[in-house]
């Protein structure tokens, strides 16, 4: 090689791992600016559930698994064909830009579960596909020049990009932009893109643009893989499983279904780190932060949510650093790299069907969480914690009946120690029987079997006996949208039906009480009031439709001649509502009631113009917010769906977010005349929770009225204010961080 040509060699190289850096970081960053993208532009056809963010999750997960097996395959041909076909595959993949969503619309006789992946992948299943393969791709190209060092550390740096694009969408993208000028920023993401895997494929040494790639090294055994999967599988899952456990057991808030996903790719930027330090410190973190947080799983979190919520996130990251330091402790020869990377691909693919499809088919509840903790607790690497404990162990048979001895005892004293299986047992000897648990469970470290048996027992002494009973018996029905819970009260004379943490109904069971309306419908909240004025307000065979089924509490103020639809997503909550058994509203005061299937803004959109007087919108499940029931296009809807004179109904408490804002600005940018009333709970009406609810007409004259058959209450009907400076909600346009209470402790 000439001087001339070895310095412009060196020049080339000096940029290369800058130029690689830039390349896999902005795709990455696109690739998860994605997800939250394309899930805010889906919300108006797919509802805001957890479960459909799962579903999406396992969409995205296969579609990087299909990216790193081309990647895989891709990587044993001679680089020069590798760029030309990657450089072409990005070219056909560009004519589903802009990124965006097909019209196809939900039908109602399939299942979301199928319907909502198909829906996802034909919407952006190329540019996605092409994308994912960036990560490991780049590193194969990276590492063949062999003296560029180790391409691992790059995947850090991809998993860094991730992130930042992840975050960046609630916090800067959502509120500053609209979709389709995010579409327009994505769109001139993936153009820059290209041009730097062009550079990428530039800086190939010449001498290896036409070398068929070899294998240097022995190919990993199956075991190698096998254990590559298992310790990307539990992470995957646990990540999926966490945000289910703290949206809807903790607090049901979709701003927190960011913050898994975020520390299950930060823990990749720690585990594959140059430096070991954070890495091995978590590693030895581990045992005792399993202990402490996937103790509580079975816990009920929402007492303390702060607290809960602090727990299952710092759990979820200690565990994703300690496996995925673990597969980087053994990865192989930069040779297999795509090799490595399709295991990892495979593993997250596991983790999300299993918490996506398996585990809603298979469980009434969330047993997917502590089931994976239990998993990952095996799979962590353990030793003794001190030379004591290890000399404990090693003679075989004292080991043996150590093995035994310990799960037993710590099975017996969790029995003793659930207090809300046996209310009765003192604190006292609640406290000291887990706290027994916890120090055989630390006896074990070293032996992974029996510390997750003891971690098991350590799990039912906080609640899991008392939530298995609960499976045993006929009260909770879990469905793609939640886990339903009915539950009787006997000292309130009262049964329940809560979804995650948050009341859906109450009826009292005291006799000639069955049917009067309680919690957030009582006769003294604004939705009541308007319910009970309907033949002042709109004369008799008033027609009067329900956002929302709930256990049907609402039908007890229809009257005879009235026509009653309610509006439900979810087939459980109707079977639930309809069973005389669980909840006799229905039955009792309106049998005739008719309930249309699927989302109640589709189903709206097909009603005759004009056809209803009143519209109650009560479809909030937990603290959860479907935006595209709150946007200018659902108001039209509405408009649409009601008399001219009709009144809207919107049902806005909420632990989290204050609505006004929203209501407000599209009262006025609508011409809606409005109202609101917050009614308090008071001690004369124990079945009753405080409420806020918004009316909503276009005639002045029915907002009057509301107030004068509102009666004693009529003050109590005030005007919904503006927020200066706050913006309608559109499909285009909407934004939850303007809205966030100040609720932290």
Request: hydrophobic share 50%.
């Amino acid at each position: 090689m000439t001087a001339e040509a070895a310095g412009a060699a060196s020049s080339r190289e000096r940029f290369a791992r800058p130029l690689f850096l830039a390349t896999i970081i902005t795709g990455s960053f696109l690739l998860f600016l994605t997800q939250p993208m394309v899930a805010r532009m889906a919300l108006p056809r797919l509802g805001g559930a957890p479960a459909v963010w799962n579903s999406a999750m396992l969409v995205y997960q296969a579609l990087l698994l299909g990216g790193y097996a081309y990647a895989h395959q891709v990587a044993y041909l001679r680089p020069r064909r590798q760029a030309g076909l990657h450089l072409a595959l990005l070219g056909v993949a560009a004519l589903w830009l802009p990124i965006g969503l097909t019209s196809a619309m939900p039908p109602v006789d399939v299942p979301p579960a199928l319907w909502v992946p198909w829906f996802l992948v034909s919407s952006i299943g190329p540019l996605f596909f092409i994308i994912s393969a960036q990560a490991p791709l780049m590193q194969r190209w990276y590492a063949l020049e062999t003296a560029r060092g180790e391409p691992y550390s790059l995947y850090a740096a991809s998993n860094l990009g991730s992130f930042a694009g992840l975050l960046s969408y609630p916090l800067l993208v959502e509120p500053l932009l609209t979709l389709k000028q995010q579409s327009a920023l994505w769109t001139g993401g993936f153009a820059l893109l290209v041009l730097l895997v062009v550079g990428c494929a530039l800086s190939i040494p010449a001498e290896a643009v036409e070398r068929r790639p070899v294998e240097t090294t022995p190919r990993p055994a199956r075991k190698r893989v096998l254990q590559w999967v298992l310790l990307a599988a539990v992470p995957s899952g646990l990540m999926l499983s966490t945000t289910t456990h703290l949206t809807t057991d903790i607090i049901a808030m979709p701003l927190l279904w960011v913050l898994p996903l975020g520390l299950y790719l930060l823990s990749f930027v720690v585990a594959f780190a140059t430096r070991r330090g954070l890495t091995e410190f978590l590693t030895q973190l581990a045992p005792l932060i399993i202990l402490i947080a996937g103790g509580l799983a079975f816990a009920e979190g929402s007492r303390h949510p702060l607290f809960s919520a602090t727990l299952g996130l710092s759990l979820l990251f200690v565990v994703a650093v300690t496996l995925h330091g673990e597969m980087y402790r053994l990865r192989p020869a930069p040779d297999h790299l795509t090799a490595f990377y399709l295991a990892m691909s495979v593993g997250g693919v596991f983790g999300g069907l299993f918490c996506a499809i398996l585990a809603p088919t298979l469980f009434d509840w969330t047993y997917e969480h502590p089931l994976l903790i239990l998993a990952a607790a095996f799979l962590l690497p353990q030793a003794p914690l001190i030379r004591p404990l290890r000399r404990l162990w090693d003679e075989p048979r004292r080991a043996q009946g150590l093995s035994l001895l310990l799960p037993f005892i710590a099975f017996l004293l969790s029995i003793a120690s659930d207090q809300r299986m046996w209310p009765e047992v003192p604190v006292a000897v609640a406290y000291g029987g887990t706290i027994t648990i916890g120090i055989l469970a630390l006896i074990s470290l070293g032996r992974p079997a029996v510390f997750t048996a003891c971690l098991a027992a350590l799990m039912l002494s906080y609640g899991g006996w008392a939530t298995l009973k609960l499976t045993a018996g006929d009260d909770r029905t879990r469905s793609y949208f939640g886990v339903y819970t009915v539950t009787d009260r006997p000292l309130e004379q009262t049964r329940t039906l809560v979804h995650g943490t948050t009341l859906h109904g109450l009826q009292s069971l005291r006799p000639g009480r069955e049917t009067t309306p309680t919690s957030y419908y009582g006769t003294s909240s604004g939705v009541g009031l308007a319910l009970a004025g309907t033949p002042v307000l709109f004369g008799e065979g008033a027609r009067v439709g329900v956002v929302g089924l709930g256990t049907g509490t609402l039908a007890c103020y229809a009257r005879p001649d009235q026509d009653w639809r309610f509006f439900e997503i979810d087939p459980a909550v109707v079977r639930i509502a309809r069973d005389p058994a669980r909840f006799s509203f229905i039955s009792r005061c309106k049998p005739a009631s008719k309930i249309i299937l699927g989302d109640a803004r589709l189903a709206l959109a097909r009603e005759p113009e004009g056809r209803l007087h009143v519209l109650a919108v009560d479809a909030f499940s937990s603290d959860a917010v479907p935006m595209h029931l709150l946007t200018r296009e659902a108001m039209e809807v509405y408009g649409r769906a009601l008399h001219e004179d009709g009144l809207l109904l919107i049902h806005i408490s909420n632990r989290y977010l204050d609505l006004r804002p929203v209501l407000a600005a599209n009262a006025k940018a609508q011409g809606w005349h409005s109202a609101i009333l917050s009614d308090e709970v008071s001690a004369a009406a124990p079945d009753n929770y405080t409420s806020v609810w918004v009316a909503m007409s276009r005639d002045p004259g029915t907002i009057l009225l509301l107030k004068i058959v509102s009666g004693k209450r009529a003050r109590e009907w005030r005007a919904l204010r503006e927020k200066r400076g706050f913006i309608a909600w559109t499909d285009d346009y909407a934004s939850t961080l303007p809205l966030m209470k100040s609720w932290l402790p």
